[in-house]
Structure formats: C-alpha cells, structure tokens
C-alpha cells in the first residue's frame, strides 16, 4: 500500500493536478475523497485538520501533510524518482515558476472561479439575467486576452519548452472545462497553439486516468 495520499475532489481542477503529477512521476498512491466538503459547502473538520484554511488538494505522505498545490507537485518532484516534472535549465525553470504563479492568480480565477463555476451553476433564469450575461461576457473577453498570451508561449510545444511539466499540469485541466462552456471551443480555436495542447494533454495517460467525467448537465451546456 502506497503511503502517499492526495485527498480531494475528483473534479477539483486543483486535485486533479497533483494526481497527474504523481501519475507523470510514477509513483503509486492513494486518493480519497472522503469526509471532503461538496462545493459550495464550509470545510469539513476532517479538511481543517489537515489545511486550517479548508482547502483541498492536501498531500500525506507518511506523517507528513502538504497543502497548496504548487508546493505538493513540486515536493512530489524532489523526493520522488522517476520524471522530472520541471525543467532543469535556469531560465526555463524561471519560466516554471512564473506560469505557475499565472495559472494560480490569474488564470484559474479567471477561468474556472469566476467563469466556469458561475456558469455551471446558473440555472435558466439566471443565464438570461442581462447583469450576469454582462459579467460573464466581460470574463469572456478576459479569458481571450489570457489565451492569446498563453498561445504564444505554447508554441514551443510545452509552456516551458518541449516537455511537459508542473505548469501545464496546472493549466490543461483548465482547459478541460473551459472547452465545455459555451463559447469555450471558440476561445480554443482562437488560440490554435492552446488547442494543440489541449489535444495532446488528452491523448496522455495520467490525463485519461484523471478524466472528471463531465457531468451531463456539465456537456449539454457546451
């Protein structure tokens, strides 16, 4: 039995990156949702107790308890053989750091906390409300801004080169439900270099195995 265990939400974007960092670095773990709060919901007593501000994914890796994810994947990557899952090179591994504190501050706020989320659970009603159709065509027209940035760095194949690594762990999963919004394959087809990635972060394994199975009111809204 694997004495690493990611706790989390299957379809916590978040979650799901550092299950693929450990699926990329080939090491066996375990990974429960259990006592975990549903969305929308206050923390748990059993997720406060290992992350005092609620949040999920948490690490534990024997006696040890990691929370934040850039913090997990990158111990993942340090005290774990196997891949490495960051570049070597000065520069480029400048460069890791910088995308992902952009996937952290920007582009998951942007995408999934104030465009995805709201636009999941609207309902009807809601969707026809001309100040939230306002609001999300204004995250719209931000999220494009933030594609176009990220399809010049994707055109090397990799945010960070040719490699796959932590940042576009962070970034793919995005991607993911964003291209089941409305409006959201027209986004990625904009941003031709995103939508390449995007197809060949689908075609790997640990993406496969981490699918969130889209729920179907989820892929009727796209």
Known sequence: MSDVT?????RSNLTRTVRIACL?????FAFSSR?????????????????PFGKVPVLTHGPFVLYETAAICRYIDDNFPGPLLRPVHAEKAARMNQWISVA????????????????????????????????MNEMADRIRHDLSVLDAAY?????CGDRFTIPDMMIMPMMHYLNAMPGGPEMLA????????????????????????LPEKLLKSA
């Not at 990611?6 to 299957?10: A, T, V």
């Not at 055109?155 to 945010?159: A, E, I, L, S």
């Not at 995103?194 to 199975?213: E, G």
């Open 6 to 10: 990611i706790i989390g939400m299957p």
């Open 155 to 159: 055109g090397y194949g990799w945010v």
């Open 190 to 213: 904009n941003a031709p270099n995103v939508a390449d990635a995007f197809r060949r972060f689908k075609a790997r394994s640990s993406a496969a195995q981490t699918d969130p199975l």
């Open 24 to 28: 990329e670095k080939e090491i066996p």
């Open 104 to 135: 952290m501050t920007r582009l998951d706020p942007d995408i999934i906390r104030n465009f995805v989320i709201p636009m999941f659970f609207a309902d009807d009603v809601k969707r026809r409300d001309p100040e939230f159709t306002t609001r």
């Open 35 to 51: 006592n975990v709060q549903p969305p929308g919901h206050p923390p748990t007593p059993a997720v406060l107790h290992n992350n």
